[in-house]
T-cell receptor, first 116, second 109 residues
Framework: GAVVSQHPSWVICKSGTSVKIECRSL??????MFWYRQFPKQSLMLMAT?????????EQGVEKDKFLINHASLTLSTLTVTSAHPEDSSFYIC????????????FGPGTRLTVL | GQNIDQPTEMTATEGAIVQINCTYQ??????LFWYQQHAGEAPTFLSY??LDGLEEKGRFSSFLSRSKGYSYLLLKELQMKDSASYLC??????????WGAGTKLIIKP
């Protein structure tokens, strides 16, 4: 099956710093990548959808200036949490799909962010 | 609005059968997915239904009725490792996945 990696798997940072999370599709070209956030004991919350070479589409309530998404190639998308605060502490998960519609999403292992 | 409903938590016994229901109301329908998520891990794909009926895959089966906006995931011969959250997600007319809150399944010996 298709493999998606994420880096780092966990990160601890001070309040006010920025954190970059990478998401890579290792053995396939991902037309679309998705970024999710999941708080403890809650379901996945879609943050944004990104297509290679175009601007990401953010979900309502997600600040695009705070969560910067870059999808520079068909195998790499990055999420940068700018000026992180303790309330941004969460489990961030990316996923990728081969095509639009009717396809399972392949999930990365997730990145646990803790902001002190 | 768009809505996916599934029970918050279920408990079952090792070796038994459990059915997790999911009802949905979405803007269009392009398929329904079931994912399994163990605590602290990313979701993994279990099944995909786009036509009515039952799809069987080993110990897991998934059923869909589009007219009723209803699906279930059936797990047979439950094992302790099946303890996890099970997420129902529907792809709407814009090919966007709408996620349910997940059902936490607890397996007891």
């Amino acid at each position: 099956g298709a493999v998606v990696s994420q880096h780092p798997s966990w990160v601890i940072c001070k309040s006010g710093t920025s954190v970059k999370i990478e998401c890579r599709s290792l053995d396939f070209q991902a037309t679309t990548m998705f970024w999710y956030r999941q708080f403890p004991k809650q379901s996945l919350m879609l943050m944004a959808t990104s297509n290679e070479g175009s601007k990401a589409t953010y979900e309502q309530g997600v600040e695009k200036d705070k969560f910067l998404i870059n999808h520079a190639s068909l195998t790499l998308s990055t999420l940068t949490v700018t000026s992180a605060h303790p309330e941004d502490s969460s489990f961030y998960i990316c996923s990728a799909s081969l095509q639009r519609g009717g396809q399972e999403q392949f999930f990365g292992p997730g990145t646990r962010l803790t902001v002190l | 609005g768009q809505n996916i409903d599934q029970p918050t938590e279920m408990t079952a016994t090792e070796g038994a059968i459990v059915q997790i229901n999911c009802t949905y109301q979405t803007s269009g329908f392009n398929g329904l997915f079931w994912y399994q998520q163990h605590a602290g891990e990313a979701p993994t794909f279990l099944s995909y239904n786009v036509l009515d009926g039952l799809e069987e895959k080993g110990r897991f089966s998934s059923f869909l009725s589009r007219s009723k906006g209803y699906s279930y995931l059936l797990l047979k011969e439950l094992q302790m490792k099946d303890s996890a959250s099970y997420l129902c997600a529907v792809e709407d007319s814009n090919y966007q996945l709408i996620w349910g809150a997940g059902t936490k399944l607890i397996i007891k010996p």
